[in-house]
């Protein structure tokens, strides 16, 4: 008994002192980041969109599950979506890796939502020749355009907006005013003043130079403080998978455009001539990217739908082979619809169709559309290939004699004839031509 009572008291010391030992161990020591880890590097080229924001998920995803020491976003976009943008802020923020935005290549720009992505990023880096800002908000009215909210709405918006920046400089520990001043102001900086106003902590030429100026800083994650080691790490490129690039193609507003306006008119040519199949099927598929596309984008929905109905005017016009004024019609609506796209008020410039496109697309549709209208009109104006019509004018071989009465050979085959004048028989063997049909009858006269 006694001897237990020993182990007892001799077990209750050894657990006591590995408690202190574990009470004056620093709250706050710092881990290594995963030694010999590679660097995952994905480039953000372009519009933030939903494409984007799902690839910037899988590519932290990855890293995290490949135990990766580093993500290296290389952005380089004039802006995109609030709700794409929050949604990638959100994902950095909440990352168990530490992730590097790094406004780059030269001429490269971080602009709008960029600020906000590059603003969560644990390492802020810039490349030489770069610059950063122009983060006021615009408000997409829902024609498409920038719409024109009354003052309170569009202080409410603005004042959202530097909340989040100010929240996620005070986080990073960087210039918290200036980032008020791009959403308020867009106001806009080069790298080495946002280097020298503490915008970004890094300025490097390539993404090499970046690791070696970042190893052994120290990083904030979710889970902890995190010491980086990535001087000399082997970098992994995490591309665009091809169904994420072609998504993410699709989206720019000029690609929209022409899905758009090619898929309405191979659409047509199916509808035109039925049994095509194949124009039918291609056109359907174009318009259902393109509505996915536009579904992704501010776009002016008057501009969509003026291009859409110059479709049904199109189609119309080769309905009721009118005189071309619905042609006329059609080829109006699509320039306006077009106009719209590419010139809406206050839409920023990666927001609008590019104009090269819609004077190459208006100039084609118009071109093909006169010409079938002409084709049509030239066909109608032919005499007809079948049916009793067909026979007037046709030539043939009188096979008896031809008087009010007789036999002709007119097509391939024997038809009762009747001579224009009876009194003036036409002789068996000569070559006759028909003036009219009456019945099962035929009127004939010599050639």
């Known amino acids: ?23 004056l161990a620093p709250v706050g020591a710092t881990q290594d980041a995963r030694v010999g880890g590679q660097v995952s590097v994905a480039e953000m080229r372009g519009i933030i969109n939903p494409t984007m924001a799902s690839y910037v998920d899988r590519v932290i995803g990855d890293a995290e599950s490949d135990g990766a020491s580093l993500v290296v976003l290389a952005i380089d976009t004039p802006g995109g979506a609030d709700a794409d943008m929050r949604a990638i802020t959100q994902r950095i923020l909440r990352s168990r890796v530490p992730v590097a935005v790094y406004v780059s290549p030269p001429g490269a720009r971080a602009g709008s939502a960029g600020v906000f992505i590059t603003y969560a990023a644990h390492i802020a880096a810039m490349a030489p020749s770069t610059n950063i800002g122009s983060a006021h ?3 997409i009215g829902g024609d498409g355009a920038a719409a024109q909210p009354d003052d309170t709405m569009m202080e409410k918006i603005t004042n959202d907006a530097v909340a989040l920046i100010r929240s996620l400089a005070e986080t990073r520990g960087r210039n918290a005013d200036w980032a008020e001043e791009a959403v308020r102001e867009s106001a806009n900086l080069p790298a080495s003043d946002a280097l020298r106003m503490n915008v970004v902590d890094v300025l490097a030429a390539d993404v090499p130079d970046l690791l070696r100026q970042v190893d052994g800083r120290t990083v904030t994650l979710a889970t902890g403080d995190v010491r980086l080691t990535t001087r000399g790490a ?3 490129a995490e591309a665009m998978n091809a169904i994420e690039r072609f998504f993410h193609v699709i989206s720019d507003p000029t ?3 022409l899905l758009l306006s090619l898929g309405g008119l191979a659409l047509i040519y199916e509808l035109a001539n039925p049994g095509a199949i194949f124009p039918g099927v291609v056109g359907g598929i174009m318009l259902l990217l393109a509505l996915y596309s536009l579904g992704t984008l501010p776009i002016n929905i008057a501009g969509v739908g003026l291009i859409l109905f110059a479709f049904v005017l199109f189609f119309a016009d080769l309905l009721v082979a009118g005189s071309g004024v619905l042609t006329v019609g059609a080829i109006v609506s699509f320039v306006l619809g ?25 100039l084609a549709l118009g071109g ?11 066909v109608q104006g032919r005499p007809a290939y079948t049916g009793r019509e067909a026979l007037i004018g046709a030539s043939g071989l009188a096979k008896t004699d031809v008087g009010s009465s007789g036999t002709v050979l007119v097509a391939g085959e024997l038809w009762r004839a009747s001579a224009v ?5 036409i002789s068996e063997g000569t070559r006759i031509r028909v003036l009219s049909v009456e019945g099962l009858s035929l009127i004939v006269y010599p050639e």
């Open 1 to 23: 008994m006694h001897s237990v009572t020993l182990t007892r008291r001799a077990l209750a010391g050894i657990l006591g002192a590995l408690g202190l030992l574990l009470l």
């Open 137 to 139: 908000p615009v408000l």
């Open 234 to 236: 082997q970098t992994e």
């Open 255 to 257: 690609i929209a455009y």
């Open 338 to 362: 077009s106009l719209l796209l590419a010139t809406s008020p206050g839409n920023q410039d990666y927001l609008r169709v590019s104009a090269p496109a819609i004077v190459a697309m208006t």
């Open 368 to 378: 093909f559309f006169t010409w079938v209208a002409a084709a049509v009109i030239r």
């Open 421 to 425: 004048d009876p009194a003036a028989p």
